[in-house]
């Protein structure tokens, strides 16, 4: 569906917003504004990544958005995000994507049609600003959710699947954290133009915040894994140390019923009056020499 958001007698400038084309309708306003074929073509591909291409009468960005309706377990750059390609020329800006989005129409309400967009630069940069912005909600959710299972670690408390909600946390932070990356060419390729503009300033802020954020919530995930994994480990050693502790115990104490197990005619105690409290007697003293021994090595 081709819709013109605003045109040259609302502002200086015309914007096109295209929702899920077909080839026939980016053919024809590929033929109206000159744009390039393989650029139209990276249009109809959802898998895109971002990416930043300049020609001789546009700039061609592809952005991924963040997509609030995304399912729990997603944890792809196509499931995590929605891609949007936007053609900027002079005196114009199309943008192109499969599913709507609503941000685009309120800025068209809010900036456009009240002339507050002076050109198609400053409507660019309000648009990869929305896209931008999009990932802060994630980046709060993922830092609260680290927050939660570091306390439930450190106070050993039992939470269901905590090593594959870990991995989920560290595999959507990293999908996030390579979206961010592939869109600091589109970063570089804007700051090519107007440097000084303040809307550009505010939208580089919002990316350098947002992708130190993410790199952080990266750093946090990777030590709480490892934190996680030592403390384990810790466990399984305390329950091998209490256990070897006790094979201590009774290793000579089998030793010693195996002895007088033994079913053999002639044994110097077997017709012993005293044989049994003997027995038992040793046993005891074995133990209380192991348990002093332990306690003189702090083992205990």
């Not at 997509?67 to 002079?90: L, N, W």
């Not at 106070?155 to 999908?175: A, C, T």
């Not at 700051?191 to 790199?215: A, C, S």
């Amino acid at each position: 569906m081709v819709q013109e958001f605003s045109n040259k007698t609302t502002a200086n400038f015309r914007w096109i917003d295209i929702v899920n084309p077909t080839l026939e309708e980016l053919q024809s306003v590929a033929t109206e504004f000159n744009l390039h074929a393989t650029s139209v073509q990276d249009c109809l591909d959802p898998d895109h990544l971002p990416k930043a291409e300049e020609f001789d009468n546009f700039i061609f960005i592809i952005t991924r958005i963040f997509d609030i309706d995304q399912k729990p377990e997603a944890d792809t750059i196509q499931e995590v995000s929605r891609k949007i390609a936007v053609f900027c020329g002079k005196d114009f800006i199309i943008t192109i994507h499969r599913s709507e989005q609503l941000f685009l129409a309120q800025l068209n309400e809010k900036q456009v049609l009240q002339n507050k967009c002076k050109d198609v630069t400053h409507l660019l940069y309000l648009i990869m600003n929305k896209v931008i912005l999009s990932y802060e909600q994630m980046e709060e959710q993922l830092a609260s959710e680290i927050d939660f299972y570091e306390s439930k670690i450190f106070l050993k408390s039992r939470v269901p699947n905590l090593l594959k909600n870990l991995y989920q946390i560290k595999r959507k932070s990293s999908v996030i954290s390579r979206i961010l990356f592939l869109s600091k060419s589109i970063v570089h390729k804007l700051q090519e133009g107007e440097r000084k503009d303040p809307l550009y300033r505010d939208m580089l802020d919002n990316f350098i915040q947002l992708e130190t954020g993410f790199d952080q919530i990266n750093e946090q995930i990777n030590n709480l894994l490892s934190l996680y994994l030592s403390i384990s480990a810790q466990r399984t050693n305390e329950v091998i140390r209490v256990l070897t502790i006790f094979s201590v115990f009774f290793l000579p104490l089998t030793f010693i019923v195996g002895i007088y197990g033994m079913n053999f005619k002639v044994m110097p105690e077997i017709d012993w009056q005293y044989g049994y409290f003997y027995s038992i007697t040793l046993m005891v003293v074995v133990t209380l020499l192991i348990y002093i021994w332990f306690k003189r090595k702090g083992w205990l």
